[in-house]
T-cell receptor, first 112, second 108 residues
Framework: DGGITQSPKYLFRKEGQNVTLSCEQN?????MYWYRQDPGQGLRLIYY???????QKGDIAEGYSVSREKKESFPLTVTSAQKNPTAFYLC???????????FGDGTRLSIL | AQRVTQPEKLLSVFKGAPVELKCNYS??????LFWYVQYSRQRLQLLLR??SRESIKGFTADLNKGETSFHLKKPFAQEEDSAMYYC??????????FGTGTRLQVFP
């Protein structure tokens, strides 16, 4: 099943550590997105990138960082500044021109 | 402010009953609306979008600009429809704004 691959599926982090979540897509999509999913809150946008080497903050960017050095990759780093990092993280991608977003399987991050 | 509201966290129906999952939005421009679905142990996937005006798996949704609604309907629910449903609005910067989701449970 190609498309969007997120890894790892489960991730554990110690307090004070940075951790990076991987998102790779082979759909040749221009735009990529990171969402955080918490129970009862739906999906909230963290960062998005509409083109290589460019990205914008979403609604809850504090404590997170991203890079977009390659079209197919959009890694998300959860820094120690993120006070409540335990959540389910979803990556998505879409063609430019307002096409629907396709989602990965997600990564569940937990704090030890 | 741009917002998508799904007032029901949980909707439970019996197989064969009609289903309506409510979605209301607040947006100053011309909205583009979607319904996404997440079945158990599967990834979030697009169910339908209002500009397509199509029926997917028996579901339909009509954009009502007067009532700012985009309710998802199906005349006869099936057990396999049990899932989490999210309504989403795309704004003019190509971002999706999601509702909080409604869990549909269809009992046999």
């Amino acid at each position: 099943d190609g498309g969007i691959t997120q890894s790892p599926k489960y991730l554990f982090r110690k307090e004070g550590q940075n951790v990076t979540l991987s998102c790779e897509q082979n759909l040749n999509h221009d735009a990529m997105y990171w969402y955080r999913q918490d129970p009862g809150q739906g999906l909230r946008l963290i960062y998005y990138s509409q083109i290589v080497n460019d990205f914008q903050k979403g609604d809850i960017a504090e404590g997170y960082s991203v890079s977009r050095e390659k079209k197919e990759s959009f890694p998300l780093t959860v820094t120690s500044a993120q006070k409540n990092p335990t959540a389910f993280y979803l990556c998505a991608s879409s063609m430019s021109g307002y096409q629907p977003q396709h989602f990965g399987d997600g990564t569940r991050l937990s704090i030890l | 402010a741009q917002r998508v509201t799904q007032p029901e966290k949980l909707l439970s129906v019996f197989k064969g009953a009609p289903v309506e999952l409510k979605c209301n939005y607040s947006y100053s421009g011309s909205p583009e609306l979607f319904w996404y679905v997440q079945y158990s142990r599967q990834r979030l996937q697009l169910l339908l979008r209002h500009i397509s005006r199509e029926s997917i798996k028996g579901f339909t949704a009509d954009l009502n600009k007067g009532e700012t609604s985009f309710h998802l309907k199906k005349p006869f629910a099936q057990e396999e429809d049990s899932a989490m449903y999210y309504c989403a609005l795309r704004d003019n910067t190509d971002k999706l704004i999601f509702g909080t989701g409604t869990r549909l449970q269809v009992f046999p």
